[in-house]
DNA sequence: AGTATCTATCGTATTATTGCAATGAATAAA
DNA sequence: TTTATTCATTGCAATAATACGATAGATACT
């Protein structure tokens, strides 16, 4: 149909996706990357660092503010960016968890 | 225009990119689980695992295979998958090092 | 040869994503 | 009030991704 089925899989595995999407992106990991080298918040820093127009930039921002993974406060005429330390712990976990799996070296090798 | 601009990104944050793909989708995450937990590769089991049309599955399989995450070996009419242990541990590290960053509890908190 | 099994690929439909120009909304400064 | 600044949103175009039925290819079995 070109929908995915999340409703076929569990909370798990769709919050793995979800927060994997955030990332699934090269102007997103950087935005990301930028918001942790930078101490304090960027605002639109962010446009001038990265080479996209500005709506993209918000558009990216959007996306991972609704992932939740960041957290913006309005500022005017600024908005204030920044990880949201909670999120990015749960990120952390959840990918630790994974990649914690050591792979049981059976076959095809 | 609607296409990533890969090529104004580092290496690096493409290749973040491109196996945080490899988990942006929950039918794929699914996949990487089934191949962790299972000892032995799985091969066709994993249609009967997943709830998506045989087509879908092998599609996944195809895109987590060019991504290099995972890999399959034909042992005829079966293909036995399994994760590539390099690129995993790859990811392990790369995924690793970004969370280590810890967030700089600066502002708009 | 004919049949069955397993997997990949093709074709197609639908939705999502990416990107940007243009516009709008909100506030500060003149 | 007018102007400038900052950011979000809208509208549009193009490409990517998701899903599946149908088909093709490869091998094993009868």
């Known amino acids: 149909m070109g929908v995915t089925k999340t409703q076929v899989f569990t909370d798990r ?18 935005i990301i990357q930028h918001l942790l080298k930078v101490n304090s918040c960027v ?3 962010l446009v001038e660092v990265l080479p996209l127009a500005q709506a993209t930039v918000s558009q990216h921002l959007k996306e991972l503010k609704q992932i939740g993974i960041i957290h913006g406060e ?3 005429p600024r908005v204030c960016y920044c990880i ?5 712990q749960e990120a952390k976990a959840i990918f630790g968890d994974l990649f914690e799996t050591s792979v049981a070296a059976a076959c095809c090798n």
Chains 1, 2 share one sequence.
Do not use: S
């Open 13 to 30: 595995q769709n919050r793995i996706a979800d927060l994997a999407k955030a990332l699934a992106h090269p102007a997103r990991v950087a």
């Open 74 to 76: 309005i500022n005017p």
């Open 84 to 88: 949201n330390e909670t999120v990015w």
């Open 43 to 45: 605002c639109g820093d």
